[in-house]
């Protein structure tokens, strides 16, 4: 009963160094998404995927890139981490056609 | 574009307190609207929802109901757990093609609840 599992749980950075977050689910979702959280700011979305081989902007998408290479992941890489990338980053998946959203725990991420 | 504005926290309540915590939102269409609860350490989980005018989310006795009139969505609970204390956050759905919703959050309120 894993649904969405994210990892690494947490993570410190220097300015400048590459990571990739990784999602799973287990649910058959097509849809995936990464959310990124910050006091104050609720969540915001980064990119999204609506099936296998696609991926899509959403309102913060500058600094990172993502890949969908298999329908059960969705990556999420910072190609040169900036202190404004700490953050609280959230995956979320969700079936076709229905609005509601499965969320991880979250990975928290420190940039130095 | 669309937004969701909810009330500013921290809520500080005592146990068995009335709970209220306002949602209005700005929308094309007819989205689909959402109360998330988000515990200590963990990540977002579906609290109720509603999916057109007039509906009556509900569950674990929060309630919300969706008013078209005033773009409303408020959450209420008539008696709150310190097991209640958490971030809530109110969001509507809007279809952007090819099946796919994305989701609009409000900025989420915390609540504590003190015995």
């Known amino acids: 009963n894993a649904g969405v599992t994210q990892t690494p749980k947490f993570r410190v950075l220097k300015t400048g160094q590459s990571m990739t977050l990784l999602c799973a689910q287990d649910?058959?979702?097509?849809?995936m998404y990464w959310y990124r959280q910050d006091p104050g700011m609720g969540l915001r979305l980064i990119h999204y995927?609506?099936?296998?081989?696609?991926?899509a902007k959403g309102e913060v998408p500058d600094g990172y890139n993502v890949s969908r290479l298999k329908k059960q992941n969705f990556l999420l890489g910072l190609e040169s981490a900036a202190p404004s990338q700490t953050s609280v980053y959230f995956c979320a998946s969700s079936p076709p056609g229905q609005p509601k959203l499965f969320f991880g725990s979250g990975t928290q991420l420190s940039v130095l | 574009g669309d937004s969701v504005t909810q009330m500013e926290g921290p809520v500080t309540l005592s146990e068995e307190a009335f709970l209220t915590i306002n949602c209005t939102y700005t929308?094309?269409?007819?989205?689909?609207l959402f109360w998330y609860v988000q515990y200590p350490g963990e990540g977002l989980q579906l609290l109720l929802k509603?999916?057109?005018?007039?509906d009556k989310g509900s569950n674990k006795g929060f309630e919300a109901t969706y008013r078209k009139e005033t773009t409303s969505f408020h959450l209420e609970k008539g008696s709150v757990q310190v097991s209640d204390s958490a971030v809530y956050f109110c969001a509507l759905s809007s279809y952007s093609g090819a099946g796919s919703y994305q989701l609009t959050f409000g900025k989420g309120t915390k609540l504590s609840v003190i015995p």
């Open positions: 509603a999916t057109k005018a007039d």
């Open positions: 649910m058959n979702h097509e849809y």
């Open positions: 995927s609506v099936g296998e081989g696609t991926t």
């Open positions: 929308a094309t269409g007819y989205p689909s």
